[in-house]
């Protein structure tokens, strides 16, 4: 069983940048798949970023290449977005997810990951 849990979201005017972070707690190994997803009220729960543990392959959403950065810490067990030039259309809760199998031509499907945290509100507005 793993635990999820995401921290970082808050307030930003448009341009500004983000860190946000995913702890989880329990096993992990290198094959699993860490990625970020993030849901408008009454949308579907879209896919942002994601990467292979052992760090081999990440891939991102059109919407966020060029601008986000997805990175992790093996020793702390974590993994992190920075976002820069943030847009009001980022606007969202950011979940981070947790698969037990890298596929990398499903990495951009929410049903692939096993685990989820709660989420943190991202605002971006002026």
């Known amino acids: 069983q793993v635990q999820v849990a995401e921290s970082g979201g808050g307030w930003v005017q448009p341009g500004g940048s983000l860190r946000l972070s995913c702890a989880a707690s329990g096993q992990t190994n290198s094959d699993y798949a860490w990625g970020w997803f993030r849901q408008d009220p009454g949308k579907e729960r879209e896919f942002v970023a994601a990467?292979?543990?052992?760090?081999?392959?990440?891939k991102y959403a059109d919407s966020a290449t060029g601008r986000f950065t997805i990175s992790r810490d093996r020793a702390k067990k974590m993994v992190f977005l920075q976002m820069n030039n943030l847009k009001p259309e980022d606007t969202a809760v950011y979940y981070c997810?947790?698969?037990?199998?890298?596929?990398?031509?499903?990495?951009?499907?929410?049903?692939?990951?096993?685990?989820w945290g709660q989420g943190t509100q991202v605002t971006v507005s002026s």
């Open positions: 997810g947790v698969g037990t199998r890298w596929i990398a031509s499903r990495m951009f499907l929410e049903r692939n990951y096993d685990y």
């Open positions: 990467t292979r543990w052992n760090g081999a392959s990440t």
